[in-house]
């Protein structure tokens, strides 16, 4: 039987001990363990540091805490040597290889804590640009897990839409929470339109260095956003410019991601949703608290100034949301 030792005291810890048959569990690390420090479920409790002169075959990290991999990577605990476990109702040991973590990113079906180890492996974790990108966003796809749990717990009725899709990173993940759920799926799918980009330069919402910087998002298509997409059935794509793409669509919406960037067609995309969307649905509005989208902002505001107030919750996640939901 392999020896382990879990790296955490915590009640996931324990749990994760009390379940699991697999491996001869070792002791317990604990980043502030001291010389005085007690037993945890009977067994020792052990400073990371102590590992360099301990034989084991794994550590099982039993926490979400980026820290701790840090940590294990300061001390050359190779990769390989390590294993997550992490909450999807009941709690599972992933027992696998690393290379596991790698196939998961690109299968969306997978609970989303498979994206967060992802990002936390060795690689991404020596690069903290690379860990905080767009791409792992954790906060984020947290939150939109937590958001479609509550739309499905409280049968909230409605479709989807995500309007900036670029190339569905995002839309990919609504999807895959959604499976029996229409997705909608607006974007130009050749990037933004020049007149909107030049409204916010020119009212100093946006710097015009942050376009000449960027690819401007038009590289993207269709076929390549539908290919990514789980359940591709569900999904309508609506190409073409905000709001005429809609052509006179009716639908009622549980949930709708708008990550557009721009002034014009953020305050566009919410004069059509909010009206629409359920009550308990949400609103999931990309850039509210982003510095350099500060077009954003300016429409909520304008949209609050002509129909009241929103309740908007905001959201520490890279693009700085917030949530918009209705009451009933
Ligand atoms: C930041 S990207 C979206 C990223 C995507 N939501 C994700 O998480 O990966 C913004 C997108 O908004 C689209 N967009 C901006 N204004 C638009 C408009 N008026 N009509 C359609 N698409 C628009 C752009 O083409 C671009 O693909």
Redesign the pocket.
Known sequence: MDSVYIYGTGSGARKYFNHQQQFLVLGFIDSNATANSTTFCNLPVLAPTQLTELAFDYIILANEYAATFYTLRDLSIPLEKIKFIYYKGLMEVVSKESQYYFEQYHNPEQPLAAYYSLAMSYQHAANLESLYS??FDYV?FKLLELLAEQIQKQNINGNLA??????????RVINSLFADRTLYL????????PT?RETDIQQGYAEPAFFTRSN???D?SVELVMQRMPHPTRCIPKV????D?LEGLEDQFALV?I????Y??ML?AIEYFYPRLAAGGYLML??YNHAEFRGVKQAVADYEAKHGKLAKVPVPDQGGSIIITKLG
């Open positions: 767009s791409e984020r995500e309007v900036g899709v670029f190339r569905g990173t995002f839309a607006f974007d130009t799918f050749a990037g933004f339109n909107e401007n998002f038009a993207t073409g410019y905000f709001p793409s991601s990550d557009v960037d721009l014009t067609p566009n990309h850039d």
